[in-house]
Nanobody, 116 residues
Framework: QVQLVESGGGLVQAGGSLRLSCASS???????MSWYRQGSGKERELVAS???????TYADSVKGRFTISRDNAKNTVYLQMNSLQPEDTAVYYC???????????WGQGTQVTVSS
């Protein structure tokens, strides 16, 4: 069973940057991988995705500020977050889809808190 471990969150001031990592216990080579977030009292939302061929898509709210990338050799997906705003405060999760199936159960996520 694949396990995903998110890390890199923290407390940052508005305008700051963070880089999140998502490490998989197994190969992600043929999986489309995504970052999601869930703010307090809100539903989980899709933030960014990257396909196995490295095509990327972003939620409108993060376009131009966030960048998703992957390192298949390290079985890791990254989310570079720049120009962070208080509304980016949330728990960030990663997951993927391979062969039409979700890659893993949801992990604990990593908390990102942006102060104004």
């Amino acid at each position: 069973q694949v396990q995903l471990v998110e890390s890199g969150g923290g407390l940052v001031q508005a305008g700051g940057s963070l880089r999140l990592s998502c490490a998989s216990s197994r190969s992600i080579e043929y999986a489309s991988m995504s970052w999601y977030r869930q703010g307090s009292g809100k539903e989980r939302e899709l933030v960014a995705s990257i396909t196995s061929t490295r095509s990327t898509t972003y939620a409108d709210s993060v376009k131009g500020r966030f960048t998703i990338s992957r390192d298949n050799a390290k079985n890791t997906v990254y989310l570079q977050m720049n120009s962070l705003q208080p509304e980016d405060t949330a728990v960030y999760y990663c997951n993927g889809i391979r062969g039409g199936f979700i890659l893993a159960e949801w992990g604990q996520g990593t908390q990102v808190t942006v102060s104004s």
